[in-house]
């Protein structure tokens, strides 16, 4: 194997990786306070479009929807509960941290009173 095939193939897995590492697809943990204290919430985002959410990250399915990304926008819809409107949020993310900023949002109480969330990968 020459030299540049080498390098060419080291390339490739090292920005499949890279990529990888910024995906949304994954678990990720979210800390909100409350009046009565800390919320933790914990979402499973995964690679066929769907999410599931865990209110209070007891091991049990609160919240299902389904999403969509195009580069850094990504639109979420819950598919049943008190609000199944869209909501579009600017995603970043830089390590094991993803903060979501939104744009608009159908459904009032969901985004944080901020319209701004930060959560870390599980």
């Known amino acids: ?3 540049l095939s080498v390098l060419i193939t080291g390339l490739v897995c090292f920005m499949t990786v890279s990529i990888s590492a910024q995906s949304v697809v994954g678990k990720w943990k979210y800390e909100f306070q409350t009046e009565n204290g800390t919320l933790v919430m914990s979402a499973d985002i995964k690679a066929d479009g769907t999410y599931s959410l865990d209110m209070g ?3 049990s399915v609160e ?3 389904k999403y969509t990304i195009s ?3 990504f639109t979420i819809q819950d598919d049943a509960g008190d609000c199944t409107g869209k909501g579009v949020y600017n995603i970043s993310i830089a390590g094991d941290q993803m903060t979501m900023t939104r744009v608009s949002d159908e459904c009032p ?4 009173p901020e319209g701004k969330m930060t959560s870390t990968r599980m």
Do not use: E
């Open 1 to 3: 194997m020459s030299k």
């Open 57 to 59: 990250n007891d091991g």
């Open 71 to 73: 580069g850094d926008t």
């Open 109 to 112: 109480n969901r985004g944080g």
């Open 63 to 65: 919240m299902t929807g």
